[in-house]
């Protein structure tokens, strides 16, 4: 498939329409394109129209005329390019259901950060099992990832991200689709590196929060952050990524916006965990999805799946799933015997 210059191309679909997929929709239409978005409740996007304003995940910004809501999976026809802003728990079903009316050739980028809990793929992996039943479709697929809370994005804050493809031509077509003054994006191959940073890095963030709700300092976050850098890398690497993406935007950049950051949702659910909250009772209380909480369960399936030790993950996954407490799971990573730093 031969892509077309910037500009040619004038309906672009987000899929999803949660704080992240309503920010980018933004993006793409302050750009000049026509942005189906989709959300699979009628009555949210009958909201949509009405208050143009997406009061439940972005309250306080307005979509802009040429943002189209709709809840029907048709509004891809036409589109040659479409955004999937799904949570990854949910990513397959709705992409199946999108299947059917995409165009033939269309291009298609990942805006989510997560890995299936059941195939332990990312979600580049899960739209190529799909797709593979509609080999006719012959689409491109690509990855965004990098440090971006959807709020800073909407306010038009200098952002910066970077998105990757199989091949440099789909690559440099998703840069041109979304880059603006202030949201700047670069271009690569590693889809693999930038999806395995994208997801993982929520995981060290749940660790960070219960650090700091703990009361633990500084110190101890910048040492989280930086040894589950290390657990991030040594997985990526086994798993083909390329080494340096874990020390750019998709690594270290979101991973410290993640752990760091007040708008952090996963650091959030570590912050609770910390002062004493049951993870239930958290999830409980909070209307977006902290992606971080799903992808412990497959991200440590899949690290023992490589046979790659990765510490700080196992004692974020006893926390959250076997009812460990946090000061115990501390406890027992300080306890670890002595390593060298860079073995």
Known sequence: MVMSREGDWSRVAVIGAGSWGTALAGVLARKGYRVPLWSQTPVRVEELIRERENRAYLPGFHLG?????????????????????????????????????LEPGSAIISAAKGIENDSLLTMTGVMAEELAQWPKLNCRLGVLAGPSFAREVAEGLPTAVTVAAADQETARFFQQLFFTQRFRVYAGADLIGQELGGALKNIIAIAAGISDGLGYGTNSRAALITRGLAEITRLGVKMGAQPLTFSGL??????????????????????????????????????????????????????????????????????????????????????????????
């Open 250 to 343: 998709a690594g270290l950049g979101d991973l410290v916006l993640t752990c760091t950051g007040d708008l952090s949702r996963n650091r959030t659910v570590g912050l609770k965990l910390g002062r004493g909250m049951k993870i239930g009772e958290i999830l409980g209380e909070m209307r977006m999805v902290a992606e971080g909480v799903k992808t412990t369960r497959s991200a440590r399936a899949l690290a023992r799946r490589m046979g790659v030790e990765m510490p700080i993950l196992e004692e974020v996954y006893l926390v959250l799933y076997e009812d460990k407490s946090c000061r115990e799971a501390v406890r027992d990573l300080l306890a670890r015997e002595g390593k060298e730093e860079l073995g």
């Open 65 to 101: 005329e040429n943002i189209e809501p709709g809840s029907d999976p048709t509004l891809v026809r036409g589109c040659e390019a479409v955004v999937m802003a799904v949570p990854s728990h949910g990513f397959r079903a709705v992409f199946k259901r999108i299947i059917p009316h």
